[in-house]
């Protein structure tokens, strides 16, 4: 082999190092005397975990909610509404934005608090009780069974009455 791809060979290896380990490029920078490279940090780089486990938002994120409201007022309303007046604007508009409870883009645009309290009671009341429907209430009876060859009487037929069978 030749020097000349010898040398090659290597500077490309180390080349690759340097890009991916900051610190072998640090002290190659110190063994070689130069100023540190003007190159953009690479994913690994950027990606790297932030102190105290907090995930890195985009500059355009608002900060996590204060609160998640859907819990409180099962609470009850009036608990909802205590919690949400002792927070700031912009506190309550981060729980808009989490939530998703902005969909016409109107709210983050209120500078009233009462109305954005307003806005976030109403939503998460409508989520708490959302399928209600479909749920059973502890008061309620059972349903009955009634078997394939039985057939309840009809309102216009007394129950002591036979049915009718065609």
Not at 28 to 33: Q, R, V, W
Not at 86 to 112: F, H
Not at 127 to 147: C, L, Q, Y
């Amino acid at each position: 082999m030749s020097l000349r791809n010898t040398l090659t060979r290597l500077m490309r290896v180390v080349l690759e190092e340097a890009e991916r380990n900051p610190c072998f490029e640090a002290a190659l920078n110190d063994a070689l005397d130069s100023t540190p490279s003007k190159r953009k940090p690479s994913k690994v780089e950027t990606s790297a975990p932030l102190e105290d486990g907090d995930a890195k938002r985009g500059k355009n994120r608002r900060a996590p909610a204060a609160l998640d409201p859907v819990q409180v007022v099962r609470d009850g309303e009036p608990a909802l509404r205590n919690a949400l007046e002792k927070l700031s604007l912009e506190q309550l508009r981060d729980i808009v934005a989490e939530y998703g409870m902005d969909p016409s883009r109107l709210v983050m645009k209120w500078n009233t608090p009462e109305r954005v309290i307003d806005r976030v009671v109403e939503m998460s009341v409508a989520r708490a009780h959302k399928g209600n429907a479909f749920r059973k209430t502890a008061d309620e009876p059972a349903p009955s069974t009634i078997g394939a060859n039985e057939m309840q009487p009809s309102d216009t037929q007394s129950a002591s009455e036979p049915p009718i069978t065609p």
